[in-house]
């Protein structure tokens, strides 16, 4: 864990108070899908780790699909406009789709990605995110289950990356100022 827990500044939450939030979200899945079948439409690349977990935690069945979506054009996320990279291998038309996220920011990806689901006319659509940053949602985004609403400030872990690293930290940290330097 060294080379990893070098690289940190504090900790927000640690791997036991993130799987116990999760087994608390999945207790909710369970109760809210009971007798339904869930499609799990997992977002690249930071929603691997959640929808592993999740997925665990869950009693019901479920089937998992996923997505990698990519800003598009000046490379910012601020732009709003997402580009599909890798699109669904399932026909969700009907389907009960959960949408699983690592983290809510500006709500631009997301809320492309409700209305390109939407338009495929899934039975229902609700998401479900470990981490929300409230202060720093730009689009109004309808988040059904939340992990863990978070400050606005920089953090990694639980599939949350910094130059694609960290996301194999199992609790959530924010980074030391000697990574950014
Ligand atoms: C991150 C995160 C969400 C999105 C949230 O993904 O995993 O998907 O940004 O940001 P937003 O609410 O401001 O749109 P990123 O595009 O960094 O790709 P990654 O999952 O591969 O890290
Ligand atoms: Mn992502
Ligand atoms: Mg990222």
Redesign the pocket.
């Known amino acids: 864990v060294s080379a990893l827990g070098n690289d940190l500044s504090r900790v927000l939450y640690t791997p036991e108070e993130v799987q116990d939030r999760i087994a608390a979200l999945a207790a909710q899945v369970d109760e809210d899908y009971a007798g339904k079948d869930v499609l799990l439409v997992g977002?690249?690349?930071?929603?691997v780790m959640i929808m592993a977990d999740l997925s665990r935690a869950l009693s019901i069945h479920c089937r998992m699909d996923w997505m990698?979506?990519?800003?598009y054009g000046s490379g910012t996320?601020?732009s709003g406009v997402v580009r599909i990279l890798k699109d669904l291998s399932t026909d969700i038309a009907g389907m009960h789709v959960l949408v699983v996220?690592?983290?809510?920011?500006?709500?631009?990806?997301?809320s492309y990605l409700i209305s390109n689901l939407r338009s495929r006319n899934p039975a229902s659509l609700e998401v479900l995110t470990a981490f929300r940053k409230p202060e720093?949602?730009?689009m109004p985004v309808e988040v059904r289950y939340v992990g863990f609403d978070i400050p606005s400030e920089f953090v990694v872990g639980y599939?949350?990356?910094y130059d694609?690293r960290y996301?194999n930290l199992t609790g959530v940290a924010t980074l030391a100022p000697h990574v950014y330097s």
């Open positions: 977002v690249l690349n930071g929603a990698a979506i990519s800003s996320k601020s996220e690592d983290i809510v920011d500006t709500g631009l990806t997301l720093a949602l730009k599939g949350l990356d694609q996301r």
